[in-house]
């Protein structure tokens, strides 16, 4: 069982680049305000994801105390509108990752901490947050106990899913236009880039399909 970033980052990367497109496609119809103001935005996006790409590749340090070969398992949360994939590493470390398949078929297993990477038989697993020391908030469903076959999630049902968290976006459409004093064009600008920014942060974030 073998996994490298293209699998895991693939698909938050793709959402990531997919945010900057709506983003810009939108600055030619805006005024200086309104251009400073998706200028914001557009940084904030690449900020957090760079955050989030140091993170999970062990530039930044993402608090594990777990060292050397320990055992491992998987759960998946669910939490209100967010579904994220947790390692649950030795004795009480809990290591969100980004999604791949083969972590809807990880059983408990030994897996080997070193310098914020985190491998199991092949496998390398991308830390998309900080270590918990308790259980994350909401239902945590735990992995069968024997492999099957990795299921395949394609990208529609994904976004499907991220777009769920984006429920927020004719609000901030709304607060655009009563601060901005635009009209409908500028409500219709803000909620799209409102939607495509709450996907994405749902995406960078690790989201689980499964």
């Known amino acids: 069982m073998s996994s490298g970033p293209v699998r895991a980052l693939t698909y938050p990367l793709l959402v990531t680049s997919g945010t900057l497109v709506v983003i810009a496609a939108w600055a030619p119809f805006a005024d200086l305000d309104q251009v400073s103001g998706l200028a914001v935005v557009a940084l904030a996006v690449l900020g957090y994801t760079a955050w989030q790409l140091g993170i999970a590749f062990g530039i930044l340090p993402v608090g594990l105390g777990a060292v050397g070969v320990v055992r491992g398992r998987r759960v998946r949360q669910q939490h209100r509108l967010v579904s994220r994939s947790w390692l649950e590493v030795g004795t009480g470390e809990w290591v969100p990752v980004f999604y791949a398949p083969e972590l809807s078929t990880f059983v408990p297993s030994e897996v080997s901490v070193s310098g914020g990477a985190i491998v199991s ?90």
Request: aromatic share 8%.
């Open 121 to 210: 038989d092949g496998l390398r697993l991308f830390p998309s947050g900080r270590v918990r020391t308790t259980e994350p908030p909401g239902k945590l469903i735990d992995n069968p106990t024997r492999a099957t076959e990795p299921p395949v999630f394609g990208l529609g049902r994904r976004l499907i899913l991220d777009l769920q968290s984006a429920i927020g976006a004719p609000f901030v459409g709304l607060l655009w236009v009563y601060v901005m004093d635009g009209g409908l064009g500028a409500f219709v600008a803000a909620t799209t880039v409102g939607a495509a920014t709450f996907t994405w942060l749902s995406a960078i974030r690790g989201s689980d399909p499964s």
